[in-house]
């Protein structure tokens, strides 16, 4: 089925570093969203964006809407443990109700 | 407040077989939508009811098919099962219609032998 390009892919950092991950897509779309997802566990809502060059935060974690509107961007800053886990993103176009995921980053932090 | 909770946590079903799943959606919210997810890929859009009808489909063939009730919990079937079934399936829940967030439950891992 269709997905997201997420990149990276995976990746390793260090306790206290700030993370940077992005996802595009080829198509146009109204809403992003960013989930987390533990192992066996469904994914987590962490911010929603609904603008293009719209810049939200939640706590640590910030997240822009592309303002070509095929892209989205998450940053953590001084990242801890607790942040290990999958990160999805998740795009709708207008017209249509089926969001389309990302195929995920994988964040592993080394105390 | 309750969030969205999914039943059951584990099932383990031959090939052939059917099954079926549920899901209540979170307090407040009236649609539903099911996802399925293969090991280490991102979920896939099955399909989403609101009102009790299929609103929109995702690509899945129609072994596939679900059910809402009234009170806007849902059901997701599966009829001849194959081994690449084999996934978690995930139930997503949204209420105002202008936020478009989705919040998931903990999802069924479905195991076909």
């Known amino acids: 089925g269709q997905q997201l390009n997420q990149s990276p892919q995976s990746m390793f950092i260090q306790e206290g570093e700030d993370v940077s991950m992005n996802c595009t897509s080829s198509?146009?779309?109204?809403?992003w969203l960013w989930y987390k997802q533990d192992p066996g566990e469904g994914p987590v809502l962490l911010i929603a964006?609904?603008?293009?060059?719209e810049l939200t935060s939640n706590g640590r974690l910030t997240a822009q809407f592309g303002i070509t509107r095929k892209d989205s961007f998450l940053n953590i800053s001084a990242s801890i443990p607790s942040d290990v886990g999958i990160y999805f993103c998740?795009?709708?176009?207008?017209?249509?109700?089926?969001?389309?995921f990302g195929t995920g980053t994988r964040l592993k932090v080394l105390a | 407040d309750a969030g969205v909770t999914q039943s059951p946590t584990h099932l383990i079903k031959t090939r052939g077989q059917q099954v079926t799943l549920r899901c209540s959606p979170k307090?407040?919210?009236?649609?539903v939508s099911w996802y399925q997810q293969a090991l280490g890929q991102g979920p896939q859009f099955i399909f989403q009811?609101?009102?009790?009808?299929?609103?929109q489909r995702g690509n899945f063939p129609d072994r596939f098919s679900g059910h809402q009730f009234p009170n806007y919990s849902s059901e997701l079937n599966v009829n001849a099962l194959l081994l690449g079934d084999s996934a978690l399936y995930l139930c997503?829940?949204?209420?105002?219609?202008?936020?478009?967030?989705?919040?998931f439950g903990p999802g069924t891992r479905l195991t076909v032998t």
């Open positions: 997503a829940s949204s209420g105002d219609s202008r936020l478009r967030k989705q919040y």
């Open positions: 198509s146009i779309f109204n809403t």
């Open positions: 964006l609904y603008k293009a060059g």
């Open positions: 998740a795009g709708l176009a207008s017209g249509t109700y089926k969001y389309i």
């Open positions: 307090s407040g919210h009236d649609t």
């Open positions: 009811y609101y009102e009790e009808e299929e609103r």
